[in-house]
């Protein structure tokens, strides 16, 4: 079974490289092509009231796919923005307000978390708590003992899927995380971003406390600018980073008055952005469905590249100079494998030579399984490896 004539344009043109970095940005399926088309189109023929269109539809049908993949009740809790920082920003503007926030974190979030951070740190006006994610097996036991040694938390901030390991943090320890957090009005934030669309989510236990950040140009592969958050009601109502969206409809109600908001996830909207990735989203999830490519076939689908991927490495005796496979568990793994090796960047590179990609981040190797790969690419991959290692 192969899906590569849904990426022709992409992955699967002549001489594309060979692509295992599906954590990082994912190839475009084809249908993503018409849709770009789409909103040339839309923008050429209804000029200013393209709006109208992507405000009646776009964003409501984009809104109800998320909704359906996160088992989330009501798709008015998705705010859209067009990267993960600028949605970090707004949520920090929705505080009480620095100085002095406390937020519990772990030392192995996203880059742009982990910069804003300690760039808040230098001039102290966040006081920050970072949980070591390793050793995995007592994670959660630490990181709820950080959490209740205080009950001043302004925000706690951990990955559904750890970027530089592909660890998943199970949902019964989400579950007992956010569970513990005694201040109601402490912002409990789930990054979903390499969990969405990756693996099965069921945010129904959690939906009304936790807010649930996540994008489209990994797993969704629907390209950059569509990065979402899901809102709970009754948190963050008022940010001080807002724009007009907040308030659409009633622009003159600012004018020497309060500012005031909407009372869905639109309070969190921002101001005009580039909506094509909606349009590519809705394409790709319109065309999973048309498919029957859910979520858990995926999953499986890469589980099962992965597990060739293994075998045909310890069969080969390959090292990877010294590698060690963070986790041989695949049950406890999303959608890559990371290699702990000093040679980490030089494995990277002299693959990229062989036209194949994958990435790193420091002494990590990160190989990342998508459905636009067959077991042959993953023999392609082992061949290079060994040409590189022995």
């Known amino acids: 079974m192969t899906y590569k004539q ?3 344009r992409s992955t699967g ?4 490289p060979l692509h295992f970095a599906a954590h990082s940005h994912h ?4 249908v993503t092509h018409e849709a770009q088309q789409e909103y040339w189109h839309d923008s050429a023929n209804l000029l200013d009231r393209k709006w109208s269109k992507i405000f009646a539809e776009t964003i409501p049908q984009a809104q109800a796919h998320i909704a359906r993949q996160l088992s989330l009740a009501d798709p008015n ?9 600028i949605l970090l920003q707004r949520l920090l503007s929705a505080t009480h307000g620095l100085p002095k926030h406390n937020i ?4 192995s979030e996203f880059h742009s978390f982990t910069r804003q951070m300690a760039r808040l740190e230098e001039d102290e006006l966040v006081n920050v708590v970072r949980v070591p994610v390793e050793p995995f097996a007592s994670f959660k036991q630490r990181f709820m003992a950080e959490l209740k040694a205080r009950d001043d938390w302004d925000i706690v901030w951990l990955s559904h899927v750890l970027f530089n390991s592909g660890q998943i943090v199970a949902a019964s320890d989400l579950d007992d995380i ?22 099965p989510v069921d945010l129904s236990n959690l939906g009304s406390r936790i807010f649930y950040i996540a994008g489209g140009y990994k797993y969704a592969m629907a390209g950059e600018g569509v990065c979402f958050m899901h809102c709970p009601k009754g948190y963050g109502e008022r940010p001080r980073d807002t724009g007009w969206f907040a308030e659409f409809g009633s622009l003159e109600k600012a004018r020497g008055k309060q500012v ?8 969190f909207a921002g101001a005009t952005f580039d909506p094509s990735g909606l349009y590519r989203f809705n394409a790709v999830m319109n065309w999973l ?7 858990e076939f995926m999953h499986a689908y890469c589980k099962a590249l992965q597990r060739a991927f293994i075998e045909q490495l310890d069969a080969s005796r390959l090292s990877l100079n010294g590698q060690k496979l963070v986790s041989r568990d695949l049950t406890t793994l999303g959608r890559f494998l990371t290699f702990r090796t000093p040679d980490a960047a030089h494995i990277d590179e002299e693959l990229s030579k062989q036209s194949i990609v994958v990435d790193h981040r420091d002494d990590r190797l990160r190989i990342g399984f998508g459905i636009y790969q067959n077991e042959g690419d993953v023999t392609r991959l082992v061949d290079a490896c060994r040409r590189i290692l022995t």
Request: net charge negative; glycine share 6%.
């Open 13 to 16: 043109r002549q001489g594309a």
């Open 289 to 295: 469905r048309g498919t029957k490519l859910d979520v």
């Open 178 to 199: 956010v569970a513990a957090i005694e201040d109601k009005s402490t912002f409990a934030v789930i990054d979903g971003y390499h969990a969405f669309m990756a693996i």
């Open 6 to 8: 849904h990426f022709s």
């Open 260 to 267: 005031g908001y909407a009372t869905d996830a639109s309070r």
């Open 77 to 85: 809790t998705i705010a859209f923005a067009p990267n993960t920082h």
């Open 27 to 30: 190839p475009w399926p084809d």
């Open 104 to 107: 519990l974190t772990t030392d």
